[in-house]
C-alpha cells in the first residue's frame, strides 16, 4: 500500500524513500487530526458567536482574544522550555481543548434548545467560546509546524511539506461533512453533537505522534545544520524570550510583517463576508453555510496541492512562491471594494484561504528551517499567534470604522491601508526569498 501510494504522491509532490514518505503520511496524518478538528469548530466558532452575542460584535471579539493571547502565548513559550514539543503535542489539544469543547458542548445543548436565554454570563462565555478556537488555530498549529520543521532539512521540506498540507486539509474536508454536514442532514437541532465528535477526533493524534517518533529512522529526523543544533540542544530560555528573538533580526522581524499583512487584509475581506452571511442565514441554516464555506476552502486547498501548485516553489524558488502571494492579493483588494456582493465575497474568501494554505503557508514554513531552534520554536510561536491575533484585532479595528465614521470613509482607509501594506509585502517577500536562498547555499543559520 507505501508502494502505490508513493507511486501515485511521484507525479504531485516527487520522488520520495520509503521510509521518508512514510514519515510524510505520519506527519500529514496529525496534521489532518488538528486541521479537522479546527475546521469542524471554526463554522461552530462563528456560528455559535453570532447566535449568542451577535455577528456585529465579532471585531470586538477579535480584540479581545488577541490582547487575550498575549499572557497565553507567554505562558506557552515559557512550557516549552520544560515540557518537549512531542510530548505538548500529544497533550495539549485532547487534554486542554478537548476538555473545553466537551463543557462547552453541554452549554451549546441547552442554549439551543431555549433552556439557557441571552444573558451577561452567556455573553461571557460566547467571548471565551470565540478565543478558545482562536487560540486553537494559532497555538497547535504553530505547535506541530515548530515541531515539523526541526525535523526535516529544507531540501526534504521542498516537497515533504506541500505533501503534509495536502493530507491536513484533506481532514479538513472529510470531518466537517462527517461532524457537521451528517449531524445536519440527519436533523440534529443542536451543534453540540459536533462539538463532541471534534472533542474525540483529538485523541488519534497521540499514537500517530507515537508512531512518527519511534518508528521514523533517527536520520531522517534531523534539523537543518544538525550538528549546530546539538551544541544548543540544552539552552533555556526566558519568559519573554520569544519577543527578544523576534526582534533581534530584521529576517524574523519580515517574517512577522509577512503574517501581519495577510491576515489584515483577509480580515478585511472576512468581516464584510459574515455580516452579510449572517443577515440572509440564522441558526443550525448558519452553521451549514459555514460548514459548506469551510469545506469548500479545504476542497479547492487540496485540488491545488494535489495538482502540484507547490512545483512553483521547486521550480521558480521560494522567492517566486512568496512574491506571487501580495500580487494576488493586490487583484482580490481591488475586486472586494468594487463587487459587494455575498457570492462574490463567499469565493473571494474561498479562494484568499486556499492560496494561503497551499502556497503562502508552506512557503512561510520553510523560512524557519535556515533559523536557531529557539526561533523555530518561541518566534515562530510569537509571530503565528499573537502576530496572528495582533493583525487580525488591526484589521477588526478598521471594521468598527463604519459605526464611526460612515461607510464611504471606512473604505477610503482601509484600502489606503491594504493596497500599501501590499507594496512592503511585496518588497518584503522578495528580500525573505533572497536571504533564505543564500543561508540555504552556504548551511548556515540565518538568526
Not at 496529525?30 to 456560528?47: E, N
Amino acid at each position: 500500500m507505501v508502494d502505490f501510494l508513493r507511486t501515485i504522491c511521484k507525479f504531485n509532490f516527487g520522488e520520495f524513500e520509503k521510509e521518508e514518505f512514510k514519515k510524510f503520511l505520519k506527519m500529514g496524518g496529525i496534521l489532518m487530526m488538528i486541521l479537522g478538528v479546527y475546521w469542524t469548530l471554526r463554522p461552530l466558532k462563528d456560528s455559535l458567536f453570532d447566535q449568542i452575542i451577535g455577528a456585529d460584535h465579532r471585531p470586538y471579539a477579535k480584540i479581545i482574544s488577541a490582547l487575550l493571547m498575549i499572557p497565553f502565548v507567554a505562558l506557552y513559550t515559557k512550557i516549552l522550555d520544560y515540557i518537549p514539543k512531542s510530548k505538548l503535542i500529544s497533550k495539549l489539544p485532547p487534554l486542554f481543548y478537548g476538555s473545553i469543547v466537551s463543557v462547552y458542548a453541554v452549554f451549546v445543548w441547552f442554549f439551543q434548545n431555549g433552556t439557557i436565554t441571552k444573558s451577561i454570563f452567556t455573553t461571557v462565555l460566547g467571548y471565551f467560546w470565540y478565543f478558545c478556537v482562536e487560540s486553537y488555530g494559532s497555538l497547535v498549529l504553530a505547535l506541530f509546524w515548530s515541531f515539523a520543521t526541526d525535523i526535516t532539512t529544507s531540501e526534504d521540506a521542498n516537497k515533504g511539506f506541500s505533501l503534509v498540507y495536502a493530507l491536513g486539509h484533506l481532514g479538513g474536508i472529510l470531518f466537517p461533512i462527517l461532524f457537521i454536514g451528517l449531524p445536519i442532514g440527519l436533523g440534529v437541532k443542536s451543534d453540540s453533537v459536533s462539538m463532541i465528535l471534534a472533542a474525540i477526533l483529538m485523541l488519534f493524534i497521540a499514537p500517530i505522534l507515537k508512531s512518527l517518533i519511534t518508528k521514523t529512522p533517527k536520520e531522517l529526523m534531523v534539523p537543518q545544520n544538525s550538528n549546530k543544533e546539538a551544541k544548543r540542544k540544552k539552552e533555556k530560555t526566558g519568559f519573554m524570550e520569544g519577543v527578544k528573538i523576534l526582534f533581534s533580526h530584521k529576517y524574523l522581524i519580515s517574517i512577522f510583517a509577512v503574517n501581519f499583512f495577510f491576515e489584515l487584509i483577509v480580515t478585511l475581506f472576512d468581516f464584510n463576508f459574515k455580516i452579510k452571511a449572517s443577515k440572509v442565514f440564522t441558526g443550525v441554516e448558519l452553521t451549514r453555510y459555514y460548514f459548506k464555506y469551510s469545506s469548500i476552502v479545504n476542497l479547492i486547498t487540496f485540488i491545488f496541492l494535489l495538482f502540484g501548485i507547490s512545483k512553483i516553489t521547486e521550480y521558480l524558488g521560494l522567492k517566486v512562491s512568496l512574491a506571487m502571494v501580495p500580487i494576488l492579493f493586490c487583484v482580490a483588494l481591488i475586486g472586494f471594494f468594487t463587487v459587494r456582493k455575498l457570492e462574490f465575497l463567499f469565493w473571494l474568501m474561498v479562494c484568499s484561504k486556499a492560496i494561503n494554505y497551499s502556497v503562502n503557508g508552506p512557503s512561510l514554513k520553510q523560512l524557519y528551517i535556515p533559523t536557531s531552534p529557539a526561533a523555530r520554536s518561541k518566534a515562530q510561536a510569537w509571530i503565528e499567534t499573537f502576530g496572528g491575533r495582533f493583525s487580525k484585532m488591526a484589521g477588526s479595528g478598521l471594521n468598527a470604522l463604519p459605526k464611526i465614521v460612515g461607510k464611504a470613509a471606512y473604505r477610503l482607509v482601509s484600502g489606503s491601508v491594504g493596497f500599501t501594506f501590499i507594496i512592503i509585502w511585496f518588497c518584503l517577500a522578495l528580500y525573505l526569498g533572497k536571504t533564505h536562498k543564500k543561508a540555504i547555499d552556504s548551511k548556515t543559520n540565518i538568526c
